[in-house]
């Protein structure tokens, strides 16, 4: 990627209307375009970060033997009304809208019930399970508030993941590999200190649904934390009772304002009994599908990413979900100087190293502040210095020492760095 060629700009003004410093950072640094309060567009820098952490997840539902699909946005009301979530009072985001027969269409804030739907299609009998799908969707959600930018939207892309099961035990030892393969996607994307199991709330038929909750002063929610036992508890379920029945004494758990990146689902066979999605056993015997729903919110959490890791001058991201590996700054407009970072361009993108170039002809203050602000984590410049020492200047985004290198220490210094 070349700066000349990016329509995106810096911008030294503060957005006024975002009280979140990763929405106005995200945005002064070109990654996201407002289109009003709850929904913000994903520019080049934005959707590259994006796409970072969705390899990231793929990789991991690859893992679980999950296949990716893709399910609409337009819902069927019939459909919502069988389990007893079309009303707004028992839902209270939907958006609904008419066709131009009359007919009411629900516009996707969750995809559980069409998932379940769809899939009856497909299973009938024990052969066919077990089965894990996901997609990464936008649901739309009539939020009251959307004050955190990205962390809260009203359109917002989600990964979903759903899993049918034959029986309970089946359903929990995925739920447990889904559990770990979570901590692992958070550990990835550079959260794993930060990320906590959190006991929730469940449902008909648990206990307890599990939250991943990241420690983030502009999270909305409280969590109350072990770190001695890495997991938490949500303010729904701290109580006397419930901390011992988890072995966790009050006095051992810190409170903290956190933000829900995951949330995962048991939900029995309830869903499938209501929708009617059986399956025929070993011997012959109509069942109920055992359900369980994962959820990842993917721009939550390249939100909570730039607020946790951005400091005074920018963003500041971990090289797993960076736009690009190494910003290049080419200093000063002199042939020897252009051709030795033209240079440099191309063997990084030959050796696949993501590189963005800083190719304009600006003064090295701009420069050097635009690359503080977008945050990429390896920083290379190559100037009338480097070129008469035949070498590259290396530093990273969060230190201020440079350190000159030839291009074979170069990529050496960026693979351990990866
Ligand atoms: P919250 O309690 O924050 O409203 P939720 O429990 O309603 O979230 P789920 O239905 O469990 O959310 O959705 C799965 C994941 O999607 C959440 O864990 C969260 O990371 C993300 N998410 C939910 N609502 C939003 C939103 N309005 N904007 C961005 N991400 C969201
Ligand atoms: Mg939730």
């Known amino acids: 990627m070349r700066l000349s060629q990016l329509f995106t700009k810096t911008s030294k003004n503060i957005p006024s209307d975002e009280t979140a410093r990763s929405a106005r950072l995200l945005i002064q640094a070109g990654y996201i375009h407002k289109e009003m309060a709850g929904a913000y567009a994903y520019l080049p820098l934005g959707l590259a970060v994006i796409d970072n952490i969705k390899t990231i997840i793929r990789k991991e539902m690859d893992e679980l033997g999950a296949s990716e699909l893709l399910m609409t946005t337009m819902q069927s009301k019939d459909l919502w009304q069988k389990t007893d979530r079309w009303d707004d009072q028992k839902v209270d985001i939907w958006f609904k809208t008419e066709l131009k027969n009359g007919t009411t269409v629900g516009l996707a804030w969750s995809h559980e019930e069409p998932i379940v739907a769809m899939m009856k299609d497909y299973l009938s009998s024990y052969r066919d399970l077990p089965v894990a ?36 035990e089946e359903l929990q030892d995925f739920y447990d590999r889904v559990s770990d393969a979570y901590m692992r996607i958070f550990a990835a994307v550079g959260l794993g200190n930060d990320t906590y199991l959190t006991y929730a709330s469940g449902g008909a038929f648990t206990q307890f649904s599990h939250e991943f909750q990241t420690v983030t002063e502009i999270g909305e929610d409280t969590i109350y934390l072990s770190k001695a036992r890495r997991l938490a508890v949500n303010k729904e379920v701290y109580k006397d009772d419930v901390l011992a029945q988890l072995g966790l004494n009050k006095e051992d758990l810190e409170e903290m304002k956190a933000a829900e990146v995951g949330n995962i689902f048991n939900f029995g066979s309830t869903k499938s009994e209501q929708l009617g999605v059986t399956f025929t056993d070993q011997s012959g015997h ?57 240079k440099l361009y191309s063997s990084l993108t030959a050796a696949h190293v993501s590189v963005l170039y800083d190719d304009r002809d600006e003064r090295a203050g701009k420069k050097f502040a635009d690359a503080d602000l977008i945050g990429i984590p390896n920083r290379v410049l190559v100037s009338d210095k480097t070129v008469n020492d035949v070498s590259y200047e290396w530093k990273s985004r969060t230190s201020d020492e440079s350190e000159l290198m030839s291009e074979e220490q170069l990529l050496k210094t960026l693979a351990i760095k990866d």
Not at 155 to 167: N, Q, R
Not at 312 to 338: C, F, M, N, Y
């Open 286 to 342: 109509e069942k109920p599908v055992y359900l369980s729903s994962y959820g990842i919110g993917i721009s939550r959490l390249m939100g909570v990413i730039a607020e946790h890791f951005a400091d005074d001058k920018g963003l500041v991201w971990p090289t797993a979900v960076a736009p690009a590996q190494v910003h290049l700054i080419r200093l000063g407009e002199a042939s020897q100087v252009v051709k030795q970072a033209d």
């Open 133 to 168: 799908v996901y997609q990464f969707q936008n649901k739309l959600r009539n939020e009251l508030r959307a004050k955190s930018g990205i962390l809260r939207g009203r359109e917002f892309l989600m990964k979903d993941l759903y899993a049918f099961s034959t029986s309970a």
